[in-house]
């Protein structure tokens, strides 16, 4: 069954790597065949990863979109999520389902799953007073 994806002007996505960006009012775009596809929301620049939970998440990220470079991404991904479950135990049933999800080779899910290690990253954060401003 194809995915019909509505997008607005100035919207991006990623699509196997690609970069689109809707230059028109509205488009609708169709896709027929399986791809990686990210939405404008779920992108994250490699500027942006500036804390461990999003560094977790841009290596997923990568794994995801760029199958070719996936085992160097999943290495950064290990490292990232050993060191972030390290210092935040409280993490723990977080890190054990994407672990379990990338495992399965459901990295687009995983990278789903990080976006709530994200929140709860602000969380711990926020909780001892500490702002990423």
Same mark, same amino acid.
């Given at each position: 069954?194809?995915?019909?994806?509505?997008?607005?002007?100035?919207?991006?996505?990623?699509? $196997?790597? @690609?970069?689109?960006?809707? @230059?028109?009012? $509205?488009?609708?775009?169709?896709?027929? $065949?399986? @791809?990686? %596809?990210?939405? /404008?929301?779920?992108?994250?620049?490699?500027?942006?990863?500036?804390?461990?939970?999003?560094?977790? +998440? =841009?290596?997923? #990220?990568?794994? +995801? %979109?760029?199958?070719?470079?996936? /085992?160097?991404?999943?290495? @950064? =991904?290990?490292? +990232?999520?050993?060191?972030?479950? #390290?210092?935040?135990?409280?993490?723990?049933?977080?890190?054990?389902?994407?672990?379990?999800?990338?495992?399965?080779?459901?990295? +687009?899910?995983?990278?789903?799953?990080?976006?709530?290690?994200?929140?709860?990253?602000?969380?711990?954060?926020?909780?001892?007073?500490?702002?990423?401003?």
């Amino acid at each position: 069954m194809p995915l019909t994806i509505d997008l607005k002007h100035g919207d991006r996505m990623i699509i $196997n790597g @690609a970069v689109i960006e809707m @230059a028109s009012p $509205n488009s609708k775009i169709i896709i027929h $065949n399986e @791809a990686a %596809i990210l939405r /404008g929301k779920e992108i994250m620049q490699q500027a942006d990863a500036k804390t461990p939970a999003k560094r977790v +998440y =841009f290596s997923l #990220q990568g794994a +995801y %979109i760029f199958k070719e470079k996936e /085992g160097e991404f999943l290495h @950064a =991904f290990d490292k +990232y999520l050993a060191d972030f479950l #390290q210092a935040t135990p409280s993490s723990l049933e977080i890190v054990q389902k994407i672990k379990e999800l990338v495992e399965g080779d459901q990295i +687009y899910k995983a990278l789903k799953e990080a976006a709530h290690l994200i929140e709860h990253e602000e969380k711990v954060l926020k909780s001892a007073g500490i702002s990423l401003g």
